[in-house]
């Protein structure tokens, strides 16, 4: 009896240390990986419609949970999903948008579920606001649900790499969650929006 029970215990630990390894790997797989990436073409709240292409270009590499690579130089395709005009929108813009595809080097497409979670001038651009501006210390232009952006202007983007989270594109504010249809949310105070080379962001892609 105090044999069987003594197996009952080591049985319990083995199986526990196992499933808390298993359960590591998998938070570990199921961690977005964050891309780098560059707007390809021209897009903006002003004339975009909904169902709109929208590519961009990976300005590093990155791992999906599923083994798959995505290389330097792979091409992002995505749609916009919703959007409104600054005189529509009396005023507030939005432009929701989803990338959901990945075509890797060598072609062929997989499918990616991404979430825009930093956006802002490249390092080549001469946009952008300085840390002590209005709208960066959450003054007019703030809505609530809404990352009013940052405000960390051009000194910030040497290296795109290095883009900050939230937005510090001058007047535009980014959602912090996932809309309707897994989209991110853009949102222009008292502007239009313009998504084009001279912007990067960050995409969290699984």
């Not at 938070?27 to 897009?43: E, M, R, S, W």
């Not at 270009?57 to 992002?76: F, R, W, Y």
């Not at 202007?153 to 007047?171: C, F, H, M, V, W």
Request: overall charge positive.
């Amino acid at each position: 009896m105090k044999h069987a029970h003594v197996n009952k215990v080591v049985f319990a630990a083995v199986f526990f240390a196992l499933f808390s390894c298993l359960s590591l790997v998998a938070a570990a797989q199921a961690v977005p990986q964050v891309l780098v990436a560059k707007f390809t073409g021209k897009l903006g709240s002003k004339s975009a419609k909904m169902g709109d292409a929208l590519t961009a270009k990976a300005l590093g590499a990155a791992k999906l949970a599923d083994g798959t690579e995505i290389p330097k130089g792979s091409k992002l395709i995505g749609k916009v999903v919703a959007v409104q005009s600054k005189d529509a929108g009396a005023g507030t813009s939005t432009l929701a948008v989803r990338f959901d595809q990945v075509e890797l080097k060598g072609g062929g497409t997989h499918p990616v579920w991404g979430l825009i979670v930093g956006i802002g001038p490249s390092a080549d651009s001469q946009a952008g606001l300085g840390y002590d501006s209005v709208i960066g210390r959450g003054g007019p232009g703030s809505s609530p649900g809404l990352d009013p952006h940052d405000g960390a202007g051009t000194q910030i983007n040497r290296d795109d790499a290095k883009l900050p989270y939230g937005s510090s594109l001058e007047g535009v504010g980014l959602g912090k969650h996932m809309g309707a249809d897994g989209a991110s949310i853009l949102r222009g105070f008292h502007k239009d929006i313009l998504l084009d080379k001279d912007v990067v962001f960050k995409l969290a892609v699984s």
